[in-house]
């Protein structure tokens, strides 16, 4: 199993931005497919983006994209997710997952980390 750590999150205004880290140890190989989800008050989780090992194929939640980065430094077990021009709507629980590409399923989670935008 692969352990994962998010980190960063906080309180920022509208329009501002915050950098979201996930740390990985433990098995990593099975992290070959990383993600950011989001569960704000009231609603389901909803995924924001994905990261490949390897090629670095990305994918984000068209609410996100364009303000969102999500990376990976594979050397540092790390997943980041850079996020500007953020929202009010951008409040949630932030977490990271990973799965192996056979998986059809995340099967790590972290215990998400806070993000509050205010107006």
């Known amino acids: 199993q692969v352990q994962l750590v998010e980190s960063g999150g906080g309180l920022v205004q509208a329009g501002g931005s915050l950098r979201l880290s996930c740390a990985a140890s433990?098995?990593?190989?099975?992290?070959?497919?990383m993600g950011w989800f989001r569960q704000a008050p009231g609603k389901e989780r909803e995924f924001v983006a994905f990261?490949?090992?390897?090629?670095?194929?990305?994918s984000y939640a068209t609410s996100v994209e364009g303000r969102f980065t999500i990376s990976r430094d594979n050397a540092k077990n790390t997943l980041y997710l850079q996020m500007n021009s953020l929202k009010v709507e951008d409040t949630a629980v932030y977490y990271c997952a990973a799965r192996r590409f056979a998986a059809s399923e995340y099967e790590q989670w972290g215990r998400g980390t806070q993000v509050t935008v205010s107006s």
């Open positions: 433990g098995r990593t190989f099975s992290s070959d497919v």
């Open positions: 990261i490949t090992r390897g090629e670095g194929t990305t």
